[in-house]
């Protein structure tokens, strides 16, 4: 078995050099926002910020942006060093985490707004009710990442009834053409609606003032939404189109799009999760140390290189003061009189 995808029909075989250095160019930073991505998730998780149940939502928010950053920069660098094409077990993987990125992240935004509707309307309502404990939050968030897993393998694996089964070159039921599969279209079309519904509710009683003690929520509601609309929405959109373009040359642009839109999009949730003052303090704090020894070692390194250039120039000085002594330019007794003069 040949451990390499051979390229579809509306690719070309030989990529330009331009496209190569894009591609890896973007594997890099990707690569690097999967890093960070990990490192926030970290933070959180061993440090006092992960008691709050909201911060929880925010870690299984970033979960999906990582695995799938990581999995977009390694099948970019291998399209960037082998003309397009990347192994079968890259390509494999690929398709899972992104199917498991739309739907993990669709839904745990689905779960965020449907907490934060409870609880602003229960205190416009004047009633006394309890943050989300940090229980309650994991184990939606857990069920949210599990289902996202089956439904991510469903979708990857050539299966009875699943969307991959590919049967006399022709999808299965849930295919219009081959390209445009209706179990994508449910990924995005249920968890959107049911945001729109509960931003409509909102919107129309007025139950999420921007100011007094509900105002985090209010930030912390926008933030999310400004995420989904700004980024989701047209990534979405742009996956579709990408299947029906008819030339290599489209096809590679509007794909290199998509993919910064999703990198921009994990930069972006990244900010907003640091933008919250009890998580920044806490990841701050977790790396503190990290930060200082790395600060230490530079600092020892700097003194150690401004102490050899030191004893050199005090070498030169003295070697120069040696050369000067030698040299007796006028004797006590050689100095010219003042006739002289």
């Known amino acids: 078995m040949n451990a390499t995808v051979v390229a579809p029909a509306n690719y070309l075989n030989d990529w330009p050099l331009s496209w190569e250095i894009i591609r890896f160019v973007l594997g890099i930073l990707e690569f690097v926002g999967s890093i960070l991505s990990f490192m926030i998730i970290i933070g959180i998780l061993l440090t006092n910020a992960r008691k709050k149940g909201y911060n929880l939502y925010l870690v299984f928010l970033v979960i999906p942006d990582a695995i799938f950053n990581v999995m977009c920069s390694i099948r970019n660098i291998c399209f960037a060093t082998n003309d397009g094409k990347a192994p079968v077990a890259i390509n494999f993987i690929w398709f899972w985490s992104m199917y498991f990125y739309f739907f993990a992240n669709g839904w745990q935004i689905v779960v965020v707004m449907i907490d934060v509707y409870f609880i602003v309307k229960q205190s416009f309502a004047r009633h006394h009710v309890a943050a989300t404990s940090q229980h309650v939050a994991l184990v939606k968030s857990f069920l949210v990442l599990l289902f996202s897993a089956v439904y991510a393998t469903w979708n990857t694996l050539e299966v009875h009834w699943s ?13 219009v053409n081959g390209k445009l599969k209706y179990a994508q279209l449910v990924t995005m079309i249920i968890p959107l609606s049911r945001m729109i519904i509960i931003l409509c509710i909102v919107w129309k009683r007025k139950i999420l003032p921007t100011s007094g003690k509900t105002r985090i929520i209010y930030l912390y509601t ?84 401004q102490k050899q250039e030191q004893d050199e120039q005090k070498k030169e000085r003295e070697e120069h003061q040696g050369e000067w002594e030698d040299t007796n330019v006028y004797d006590d007794n050689e100095l010219p009189s003042e006739n002289q003069v």
């Open 163 to 175: 969307p991959r089964l590919n049967k006399d070159k022709i999808r299965g039921i849930w295919a």
């Open 222 to 305: 926008r933030k999310i939404f400004f995420s989904f609309f700004a980024f989701y929405i047209p990534i979405y959109a742009i996956a579709y189109v990408v299947a029906f373009l008819p030339t290599a040359e489209t096809k590679f642009w509007v794909q290199t799009v998509t993919y910064t839109l999703m990198h921009m999009q994990a930069l972006m949730t990244l900010y907003f999760v640091m933008s919250k003052n009890d998580v920044y303090e806490e990841v701050n704090k977790f790396y503190s140390p990290c930060f200082q020894m790395v600060h230490s070692m530079r600092n020892t390194s700097s003194r150690s290189v």
